[in-house]
């Protein structure tokens, strides 16, 4: 079973830059998950679709950072203009479902360095 | 918005069993405890989740305080692929929402 996927794997720009970062989640999994985990700390959930919905967004920060789910499927995260404290690695999970139980599994990521 | 409290850092010697706490001394009646890893550069590997009872599977055991308020996540024979950083986590809200501490960092010894 072929695991999420993102890319790029690396990205690094510089501050006022816009980037944007790609997820291909499971196949058949309805939820997907986007996190942002800085240096030394655990992840931070940013955003969570149900299918092509927004379940949860309360900790993005919408002045610059936007995702979406048009087709259910792929998402894209997207950061404009990015500032230093945005350097993070940038993770995609996916689950089945939004219930109990349902495992999230999680992409390698995206480390992006903001100069 | 972390409910969990872990030791930061924890050694085991390898053929040992690790034992990692966890205290989550405000989980409500509903909440699950999960137990997630990373190993350097990768994403967080599911592990375990329980509610009231201990669990087991291939990987590891959860063992949850008849209180709740605290639970061991037990690795029975640490080896050294099992160097990793280990995230105790509550779920706080429904919809699958999960919120990572900072997690023990698990140093397996040869």
């Known amino acids: 079973e072929a695991g999420v996927a993102q890319s790029p794997r690396y990205k690094i720009i510089e501050k006022r830059q816009s980037v944007a970062f790609w997820c291909n989640p499971i196949?058949?999994?309805?939820?997907l998950y986007w996190y942002q985990q800085i240096l030394g700390q655990g992840p931070k959930l940013l955003i969570q679709f149900q299918n092509n919905g927004v379940v949860d967004d309360s900790q993005l920060p919408k002045d610059r950072f936007s995702a979406e789910r048009l087709k259910g499927v792929d998402s894209t995260l997207k950061i404009q203009p990015a500032k230093l404290e945005d350097s993070a690695v940038y993770l995609c999970?996916?689950?089945?479902?939004?219930?109990?139980?349902?495992?999230?599994?999680f992409g390698p990521g995206t480390r992006l360095t903001v100069l | 918005d972390a409910k969990t409290t872990q030791p930061t850092s924890m050694d085991c010697a390898e053929g040992r069993a690790a034992n990692l706490p966890c205290n989550h001394s405000?989980?409500?009646?509903?909440?699950?405890v999960y137990w997630y890893r990373q190993i350097h550069s990768q994403g967080p590997q599911y592990i375990i989740h329980g509610l009231k009872n201990n669990e087991t599977n291939e990987m590891a055991s959860l063992i949850i305080t008849e209180d709740r308020k605290s639970s061991t996540l037990i690795l029975p024979h640490a080896t050294l692929r099992d160097t990793a950083v280990y995230y105790c986590i509550v779920r706080v809200r429904t919809g699958n929402q999960f919120y990572f501490g900072t997690g023990t960092s698990l140093t397996v010894i040869p």
């Open positions: 196949s058949g999994h309805a939820t």
């Open positions: 999970a996916s689950s089945f479902n939004r219930g109990v139980g349902n495992e999230q599994f």
């Open positions: 405000t989980i409500s009646g509903n909440e699950y």
